[in-house]
């Protein structure tokens, strides 16, 4: 799936929404307000792989920026076809 940078990032923050909800349900502490979006990515992208609902990275690929492009593809995955940040 090609992303442009704009929806890129709002599916970014659609996928730090959804999983701030996931982490409740799964009994771990939401973020807090002072959470950088550096460590709720880094929280949310390894949560997702440990529970295996998305493919870990190649360990040279781990960094913030590949993070962040893989919760975007989760949460594309996730929302419905119709949904306003897949007709973009």
């Known amino acids: 799936?090609?992303?442009k940078p704009k929806q890129e990032?709002?599916?970014?923050?659609?996928?730090?929404?959804?999983?701030e909800?996931?982490?409740k349900n799964r009994g771990i502490n939401e973020f807090k307000p002072t959470d950088s979006s550096?460590?709720?990515?880094?929280?949310l992208y390894h949560l997702l792989t440990q529970d295996k609902l998305i493919t870990p990275l190649a360990k040279?690929?781990?960094?913030?920026?590949?993070?962040?492009?893989?919760?975007?593809?989760?949460?594309?995955k996730q929302l419905p076809e119709d949904h306003p940040l897949k007709s973009n």
């Open 21 to 23: 909800v996931y982490m």
């Open 60 to 76: 040279d690929q781990e960094d913030e920026p590949h993070m962040k492009h893989k919760l975007a593809l989760w949460i594309a």
């Open 9 to 19: 990032a709002q599916l970014l923050k659609e996928a730090l929404r959804i999983g």
């Open 1 to 3: 799936m090609k992303m």
């Open 38 to 43: 550096s460590l709720k990515v880094t929280q």
